[in-house]
T-cell receptor, first 112, second 112 residues
Framework: GQNIDQPTEMTATEGAIVQINCTYQ??????LFWYQQHAGEAPTFLSYNVLDGLEEKGRFSSFLSRSKGYSYLLLKELQMKDSASYLCAVRDYGGATNKLIFGTGTLLAVQP | EAGVTQFPSHSVIEKGQTVTLRCDPISGHDNLYWYRRVMGKEIKFLLHFVKESKQDESGMPNNRFLAERTGGTYSTLKVQPAELEDSGVYFC??????????FGPGTRLLVL
């Protein structure tokens, strides 16, 4: 079956670092995506990993271990505007399909 | 570059009525996807167009849902007749070939 797990909620302090974990079990794998979604808005692309290792993009970094079915999103120097839902999604690949399989999202609350 | 747009932003209809959702992808994106999020659940794939052709419609719930993409530009998703369980947020996304999917803000559908 297809299963993606991430914590439901997290709380962190402004200026701190937070790590959001994601574990997955999917029949196919062609990359893992992280999206940020503010309430009532579109999910916004943050990062993409297809090979093992760390991808860094400013205050955001994402790590992937394919053998462990594990990824994390690291947010540094947290700001109040980082309060949002963070979605982990695996791109399935079977034939020509390119669909994303999502976790339920992690709601991050950044406190002053 | 304009992002993915969706219309309407909200729709409230009665059970048994028909609703048509529209998605305009990013210009030049041949791939168009429909996803749905029902209350408390993860975002789930519905179908994938490449230009005007349905590449994968494995996520369509039943034959009350009809998606079209005439001319390979915008797409419509029609629900007829709507049932209570069809309530949720319908997202559209687009991408160039095999690349990151960019999401629209979604249409919030409530069936009473």
């Amino acid at each position: 079956g297809q299963n993606i797990d991430q914590p439901t909620e997290m709380t962190a302090t402004e200026g701190a670092i937070v790590q959001i974990n994601c574990t997955y079990q999917t029949s196919g794998f062609n990359g893992l995506f992280w999206y940020q979604q503010h309430a009532g808005e579109a999910p916004t692309f943050l990062s993409y990993n297809v090979l093992d290792g760390l991808e860094e993009k400013g205050r955001f970094s994402s790590f992937l271990s394919r053998s462990k079915g594990y990824s994390y999103l690291l947010l540094k120097e947290l700001q109040m505007k980082d309060s949002a839902s963070y979605l982990c999604a695996v791109r399935d690949y079977g034939g020509a399909t390119n669909k994303l399989i999502f976790g339920t999202g992690t709601l991050l609350a950044v406190q002053p | 570059e304009a992002g993915v747009t969706q219309f309407p932003s909200h729709s409230v209809i009665e059970k048994g009525q028909t609703v048509t959702l529209r998605c305009d992808p990013i210009s030049g994106h041949d791939n168009l996807y429909w996803y749905r999020r029902v209350m408390g659940k993860e975002i789930k794939f519905l179908l994938h167009f490449v230009k005007e052709s349905k590449q994968d419609e494995s996520g369509m719930p039943n034959n009350r849902f009809l998606a079209e993409r005439t001319g390979g530009t915008y797409s419509t998703l029609k629900v007829q007749p709507a049932e209570l369980e069809d309530s949720g947020v319908y997202f559209c996304a687009s991408s160039r070939t095999q690349e990151t999917q960019y999401f629209g803000p979604g249409t919030r559908l409530l069936v009473l």
